[in-house]
């Protein structure tokens, strides 16, 4: 099974920007539909944005225009450009990776980002 390891949380100040990373280091990513995802306390896990194995984006409104998704498959990770953060965009985020034919699905352990003044 595909391990994921997420990086690049943290806090910023809204309007700050942000990019995370998630990393499978024994495993081709190109054989799986990626996403990220985030939890906010007490609010349920929701997607944020995802890419899949064609490289065809996807994001939740609240992301759109704000967040970027992008693949290297070479270094099989996926990352999330997150700018002109707002307080609400304060969660822990996680990466998901779901196999193509299979359908295995994988998540990261999570990383927190938090937007305060």
């Known amino acids: 099974q595909v391990r994921l390891v997420e990086s690049g949380g943290g806090s910023v100040q809204p309007g700050g920007s942000l990019r995370l990373s998630c990393v499978a280091p024994?495993?081709?990513?190109?054989?799986?539909?990626l996403a990220w995802y985030r939890q906010a306390p007490g609010n349920q896990r929701e997607l944020v944005a995802s890419?899949?194995?064609?490289?065809?984006?996807n994001y939740a409104d609240s992301a759109k225009g704000r967040f970027t998704i992008s693949r290297d498959n070479a270094r099989n990770t996926v990352y999330l450009q997150m700018n002109n953060l707002k307080p609400e965009d304060t969660a822990v985020y996680y990466c998901?990776?779901?196999?193509?034919?299979?359908?295995?699905?994988?998540w990261g352990q999570g990383t927190q980002v938090t937007v305060s003044s």
């Open positions: 998901n990776a779901n196999h193509y034919f299979t359908h295995e699905d994988t």
């Open positions: 024994r495993s081709a990513l190109s054989m799986y539909h």
């Open positions: 890419v899949d194995t064609r490289g065809t984006s």
